[in-house]
């Protein structure tokens, strides 16, 4: 079987699809090709409202991560549904991942760099990890999760991963055209941030900074590994 998306972005909470990978989901939507965001866990303790409950904040957070897809141009968003700061390097966690692998069947997965030095939220780095043994060897090999054959989730060879908020950064992306819709898509997450002359501000200069060196305005920054096993 072919290669069903081009891009799977795995997340760790909604809105981290939005910060790392959006202004380049947005142009390659706009190219005409298919996007999927994975978000691993339901975001549920992420707000600071004393009165807020994890249950509503559940389903606001849902809300806003499809509004916020939807303005990439990504109409496919899979919720795994672990609980927030719960995330765990084990088989349950791998197997999900791998099944949506499976699935979708993209040529690049996208996903948090679990490397990062000193300060990364442990969901990132878990979520990093997982994302990366999942897609080597786990997808690949046909006796890893066996029963998954039998579920019709055949193995996958990814060819690219990206990883985002990465230490070491070697492949910019072009998101001058789509900048604005990064931005908008922020947005959508009202519960989280405003995204104020500051924020704006401060994610313009971030952006000018990736490109810097590059013959285009604003960037998305990756360090990308080809995956040839």
Not at 67 to 86: I, R
């Amino acid at each position: 079987m072919s290669d069903l998306y081009y891009l799977m972005v795995i997340a760790p909470h909604p809105d981290d699809s939005e910060f790392g990978v959006s202004g380049t989901a947005a142009r390659l939507t706009k190219e005409g090709k298919k996007v999927v965001y994975v978000i691993c866990t339901n975001g549920n303790k992420g707000s600071s409202d004393r009165k807020m409950t994890p249950e509503k904040l559940v389903k606001i957070r849902e809300q806003e991560q499809r509004a916020a897809a939807a303005v990439s141009g990504v109409s496919e968003v899979v919720f795994l549904g672990f609980g927030d700061q719960e995330l765990e390097d084990n088989h349950e966690f791998r197997k999900a991942v791998v099944r949506v692998i499976r699935q979708y069947r993209p040529h690049v997965v996208a996903t948090c760099d679990p490397y990062r030095k000193y300060m990364w939220h442990r969901d990132h780095r878990i979520t990093g990890q997982v994302a990366a043994d999942a897609v080597y060897p786990f997808a690949r090999d046909h006796m890893a999760y066996p029963d998954l054959i039998n579920d019709g989730y055949e193995p996958h060879k990814v060819k690219e991963m990206w990883f985002w908020g990465s230490d070491d950064p070697n492949f910019c992306s072009d998101i001058t055209g789509t900048f604005d819709k990064k931005l908008e898509a922020l947005a959508c997450h009202k519960s989280q941030f405003d995204v104020g002359k500051e924020m704006r501000e401060r994610m313009m200069g971030m952006a000018k900074m990736n490109a810097k060196n590059e013959k285009f305005e604003f960037a998305e920054a990756f360090h990308r590994i080809e995956l040839r096993g």
